[in-house]
């Protein structure tokens, strides 16, 4: 079951850039800190960026650092993920995720992956050559 609204994914050409958009409807995000993860067929989910509730703390993969951006705007209840000069690497199914806990602020500093309990329906983002 989805938990978050996401768009912004599809088709690019190497070199080429996407915007992800989180989006949560119902609840309010600025309790929380996202994180973002992808998964490319066959392999593991992967850690790929987080911010903390407040946008004060951002974190990155090696593999994408210089190249993502994460970013959030509370009063639009989104959080968003710039992602520039793509790869056929960076092909994945994209997810956002948080630790939601009613009535507590979790999202002081970044989790760890199996901690997040809320999570996005994924977007496919699909990088040719």
């Known amino acids: 079951q989805s938990q978050f609204v996401e768009s912004g994914g599809g088709s690019v050409q190497i070199g080429g850039s996407l915007r992800l958009s989180c989006a949560a409807s119902?609840?309010?995000?600025?309790?929380?800190?996202i994180g973002w993860f992808r998964q490319a067929p066959g392999k593991e989910r992967e850690g790929v960026s987080c911010?903390?509730?407040?946008?004060?703390?951002?974190k990155y993969a090696d593999s994408v650092k210089g190249r993502f951006t994460v970013s959030r705007d509370n009063a639009k209840n989104t959080v968003y993920l710039q992602m520039n000069s793509l790869t056929p690497e960076d092909t994945a199914v994209y997810y956002c995720?948080?630790?939601?806990?009613?009535?507590?602020?979790?999202?002081?500093?970044?989790?760890?992956?199996?901690?997040?309990?809320?999570w996005g329906q994924g977007t496919q983002v699909t990088v040719s050559s």
């Open positions: 995720a948080a630790l939601v806990r009613p009535g507590q602020r979790t999202g002081d500093v970044c989790r760890s992956q199996h901690e997040y309990d809320y």
């Open positions: 911010i903390t509730s407040r946008g004060g703390t951002t």
């Open positions: 119902g609840f309010s995000l600025d309790y929380y800190a």
